[in-house]
Structure formats: structure tokens, C-alpha cells
């Protein structure tokens, strides 16, 4: 579900300042993006069919923790303590290394929507304008919306009947 909200918010973006867009920037981050989005998408869905790796009793009821939300959990939490260090702040890579961040930032794009700090690290050394910057960082991140939600919608007909459709739509 937070993929189609991060998808309609991204399409609306692109609506606003995609014609900034950077085509050679787009290519060579953004093709490995894309690539590695289907990986990481895939291992999600890989990921959310096996079998919990710890249960316990809360409150009466018994839970139990799957290896898809501790994954997520633990990228969250190390998204988390970069975004709040001062060094990751200040870092920008050269261009040099844009393929390796695209290839990056489309693998945590597809595995759990981060995306967005890692783009950020690679591209701000891409030598853009800041409309060239957030334009190209919106087409890039709506190619990575598109292709987790081209792995995601292959699961969806199982579970349809667990989306709350009026939030998405809201």
C-alpha cells in the first residue's frame, strides 16, 4: 500500500518538474536503479513467505515476529542512525561511483522504499542545477516505484482482500 501512495506522490512530482530531468544522469543511475529494484523487490516477496523466526505471548495473544518486518525493521533503523550522523550528512560521493549508488539505491528502493538518502549521496556530485537535481531524483525514484510495484502486483491477487483501499486512495 505505501508503494502505490510513494508511487501517485512521485507521479505527481514528475508532473510538476520532471522536464529538468537529466536523460545521461537518468541512464547511468537510473538503468541500475532499476535493476537492482526488481532484486530487491523480489527478495521482499521471497522474503514474506517464510515461516516466522521468533514467537512469543503479548497481552494474551501470541506474535510473532517474520523475517520480512525484521529485515525491514533492521533497515529502518540503520537508515535511521546514518540519516542522524553527522559524517553521512556530509558525505557526497564522486561520479565515478554513480552505477554502484544507482545499483544501491534501487535494491533498498525495491526491498523496503528507502531509497531517496542513498540517491541523494550519489547524485549530488552529478554536477545538476537543483531543478535538474530534484527532477532527476523524481523520474528516478517513480522508475523504482514502477518496478516494485510490477513484482508486488504479482502477489496482490492473494492478498487483495488485506489492502485498505479507501487509505490508499486518502
Known amino acids: 500500500m ?6 501517485s506522490n512521485n507521479l505527481f512530482k514528475l ?3 520532471g522536464r529538468h530531468a537529466d536523460l545521461r544522469v537518468l541512464l547511468r543511475f537510473g538503468l541500475p536503479a532499476v535493476l537492482a529494484a526488481l ?5 521482499l516477496g521471497w522474503m514474506s513467505g517464510l515461516a516466522p523466526v521468533y514467537t512469543y505471548e503479548a497481552l494474551g495473544q501470541m506474535r510473532a515476529v517474520a523475517p520480512v518486518k ?6 529502518i533503523l540503520v537508515f535511521v542512525m546514518l540519516e542522524l550522523s553527522p559524517r553521512f550528512a556530509a558525505l557526497a560521493l564522486p561520479p565515478r ?3 554502484l549508488g544507482g545499483a544501491l539505491s534501487g535494491f533498498f528502493g525495491g526491498l523496503s522504499g528507502h531509497q531517496g538518502a542513498l540517491r541523494s549521496l550519489f ?3 552529478a554536477g545538476l542545477d537543483k531543478h535538474a537535481f530534484i527532477a532527476t531524483g523524481v523520474c528516478i525514484a517513480l522508475a523504482i516505484d514502477l518496478t516494485r510495484l510490477g513484482v508486488y502486483a504479482q502477489q496482490w491477487s492473494a492478498q487483495a482482500q488485506a489492502f485498505d483501499w479507501p487509505v490508499v486512495m486518502a
Open 2 to 7: 505505501t508503494a502505490v501512495v510513494h508511487f
Open 15 to 17: 508532473g510538476l518538474v
Open 39 to 43: 532484486l530487491g523487490a523480489a527478495l
Open 70 to 75: 525484521l529485515v525491514i525493521g533492521v533497515v
Open 97 to 99: 561511483w554513480m552505477t
Open 123 to 125: 547524485l549530488v556530485k
